[in-house]
């Protein structure tokens, strides 16, 4: 039988579904998307409003490379899809004691900012960079970028070794803190885990990955704004074949004897398929997608999730002066606000926040002479003791009262279009379970095989791919997760005796453990 015989249903057409389903049409899958929104990109979207622009999640392309080889995988080139601007500065952070520091990968630069917060920290500071690039390729090439068949695997001695290199085994903070004295500093080089939405203070210091991905590698964007990677994912798709259904949400993934036999739409229609591929966010598909009896979750009540995001998308009617694209501002109790968010679920007193201004890279995200602002302020994800109807309006007045005392006072009074979106929001429009807008959080024992996998373990047919998957959260990591899903699909395939006949240019096969 050839794969042009298997169907493959796609649910959720977010930028893990579109990569997975383009990478399988081209193995000879016939493939169907069906998403429950109308249009592509899950939580990496966009808002149109009165001639401005917004992206909804994502804000940043990290790890250019990943990007590449998702092209490169399916015959194109990334140039002929995306223009990618590369943001330099990076980003300037403001500290509570009126300072502030601009960080920027070029190195002389870099260097005088550092010896004025912390003399004698740029060594140190090269040093840390040093590391962070070990840390970039051996979580690329030896635990992101690879399927794990079980703990054994994952603790075999080669990996061990690499764990210990990668400093797997520590903390972010407490590593980072050999490097830099100054707390501004540390705060600066570690808030980055919030990318993950995890804590510094408990993620992996193999994480110090992430700020030398920023300054070494780059932070880049694409014009057009983030959404322009799923609708180059959705002009790929379609090139290879994949049919997209938009506005046809999925009601159940259908499951019997031991196997998937496709999906029931809202409104009753049954679609068949010979495997179903989920993009719906992980803990979500199991609650409400998947009958418990054939597809149980054990670790449902045991997983840590990640934090979630007040936002405040604001159309401003003039240009704002002294922000740069992207920008960083920390309130006064680093470490207790961690603890707000992740340990008693609830909104810091002083919360730091990130203001982002898409048109310093691409004006054309707002009218002529105008800005517009994309305010995320990390909070914790639904709770009980929440109502982001009371919450809401107070995170918001700190932020504009934080503005005004960095010399924005007439900030609020120049708005003319706002639109907010709260962690009800994250659930309700997006399913993410408990409005975690990350996903799984990633600590240690939610990475390599701890994370729940691309394939059930009792749905042989049953796949996954996304934040909540592995191997993690993050737009890099998640199209590699697209990559990781279609070996795993493929080695299926070969188990059911299906001749794969990709198409030219395609990549071989690779032998996985489904």
């Known amino acids: 039988m050839s794969a042009q015989g298997k169907r493959v249903v796609v649910v959720g057409a977010g930028v893990g579904?579109?990569?997975?389903?383009?990478?399988?049409?081209?193995?000879?899958?016939?493939?169907?998307?069906?998403?429950?929104?109308?249009?592509?990109?899950?939580?990496?979207?966009?808002?149109?409003?009165?001639?401005?622009?917004?992206?909804?999640?994502?804000?940043?392309?990290l790890m250019p490379e990943v990007f590449e080889e998702t092209f490169r995988a399916l015959g194109r080139r990334i140039e002929d899809y995306l223009t990618l601007i590369r943001c330099d500065p990076n980003y300037r952070v403001h500290f509570?004691?009126?300072?502030?520091?601009?960080?920027?990968?070029?190195?002389?630069?870099?260097?005088?900012?550092?010896?004025?917060?912390?003399?004698?920290?740029?060594?140190?500071?090269?040093?840390?960079?040093?590391?962070?690039?070990?840390?970039?390729?051996?979580?690329?090439?030896?635990?992101?970028?690879?399927?794990?068949?079980?703990?054994?695997?994952?603790?075999?001695?080669?990996?061990?070794?690499?764990?210990?290199?990668?400093?797997?085994?520590?903390?972010?903070?407490?590593?980072?803190?050999?490097?830099?004295?100054?707390?501004?500093?540390?705060?600066?080089?570690?808030?980055?885990?919030?990318?993950?939405?995890?804590?510094?203070?408990?993620?992996?210091?193999?994480?110090?990955?992430?700020?030398?991905?920023?300054?070494?590698?780059?932070?880049?964007?694409?014009?057009?704004?983030?959404?322009?990677?799923?609708l180059a994912l959705e002009r790929l798709a379609r090139e290879e074949g994949v049919t997209l259904h938009y506005g046809r949400p999925v009601e159940r993934i259908l499951t019997e004897g031991g196997r998937t036999t496709g999906v029931r739409l809202v409104g009753g229609e049954v679609v068949a398929a010979d495997a179903v591929l989920c993009n719906a966010d992980l803990p979500y598909a199991y609650e409400k997608l998947l009958d418990p009896k054939d597809a149980p979750f054990k670790r449902g009540e045991?997983?840590?999730?990640?934090?979630?995001?007040?936002?405040?998308?604001?159309?401003?009617?003039?240009?704002?002066?002294?922000?740069?694209?992207?920008?960083?501002?920390?309130?006064?109790?680093?470490?207790?606000?961690?603890?707000?968010?992740?340990?008693?679920?609830?909104?810091?007193?002083?919360?730091?926040?990130?203001?982002?201004?898409?048109?310093?890279?691409?004006?054309?995200?707002?009218?002529?002479?105008?800005?517009?602002?994309?305010?995320?302020?990390?909070?914790?994800?639904?709770?009980?003791?929440?109502?982001?109807?009371?919450?809401?309006?107070?995170?918001?007045?700190?932020?504009?009262?934080?503005?005004?005392?960095?010399?924005?006072?007439?900030l609020e009074a120049d708005i003319e279009v706002e639109r907010v979106f709260t962690p009800d929001d994250w659930a309700g429009t997006y399913n993410l379970a408990r409005g975690s807008a990350f996903g799984l959080a990633q600590n240690f024992f939610q990475i390599g095989p701890f994370r729940p996998a691309n394939v059930d373990p009792n749905v042989k047919n049953l796949f996954f791919v996304g934040a909540s998957t592995q191997p993690g959260t993050g737009l890099p990591t998640v199209l590699i997760s697209a990559r990781l899903v279609t070996e795993r699909l493929m080695a299926w395939a070969h188990k059911q005796g299906v001749a794969l006949s990709p198409r030219e240019g395609a990549p071989a096969a690779v032998e996985v453990a489904a």
């Open 17 to 61: 579904g579109l990569a997975a389903a383009a990478r399988l049409a081209r193995q000879g899958f016939d493939v169907q998307v069906f998403e429950k929104t109308h249009g592509p990109g899950g939580r990496c979207n966009q808002l149109q409003v009165d001639g401005f622009t917004w992206d909804v999640g994502p804000t940043i392309v």
């Open 96 to 230: 509570r004691d009126g300072s502030d520091v601009t960080f920027t990968s070029e190195l002389c630069t870099m260097g005088r900012e550092l010896e004025r917060v912390e003399p004698g920290s740029f060594q140190r500071y090269l040093a840390f960079m040093a590391q962070g690039r070990d840390q970039y390729r051996i979580s690329l090439d030896h635990f992101v970028g690879r399927n794990f068949n079980g703990v054994r695997d994952y603790f075999s001695p080669g990996v061990l070794a690499k764990i210990f290199k990668a400093r797997a085994h520590r903390r972010m903070y407490a590593d980072v803190s050999r490097y830099f004295q100054d707390d501004r500093l540390r705060a600066a080089m570690t808030f980055q885990t919030m990318y993950l939405g995890v804590s510094p203070f408990e993620s992996p210091a193999v994480y110090g990955l992430l700020p030398f991905t920023e300054l070494g590698v780059g932070i880049w964007f694409p014009k057009g704004g983030l959404y322009a990677i799923p």
């Open 302 to 410: 045991k997983l840590r999730f990640t934090s979630s995001g007040y936002m405040l998308y604001l159309g401003m009617k003039k240009r704002v002066p002294g922000l740069l694209h992207h920008n960083v501002m920390f309130g006064r109790d680093y470490a207790g606000s961690f603890d707000d968010i992740f340990q008693r679920f609830r909104v810091p007193e002083d919360p730091s926040f990130y203001v982002n201004v898409p048109t310093r890279t691409d004006p054309s995200l707002a009218p002529e002479g105008k800005d517009s602002l994309y305010v995320l302020v990390p909070v914790p994800h639904q709770h009980a003791d929440l109502d982001w109807k009371v919450e809401g309006p107070k995170v918001r007045a700190k932020v504009f009262q934080r503005l005004a005392e960095l010399g924005y006072p007439d």
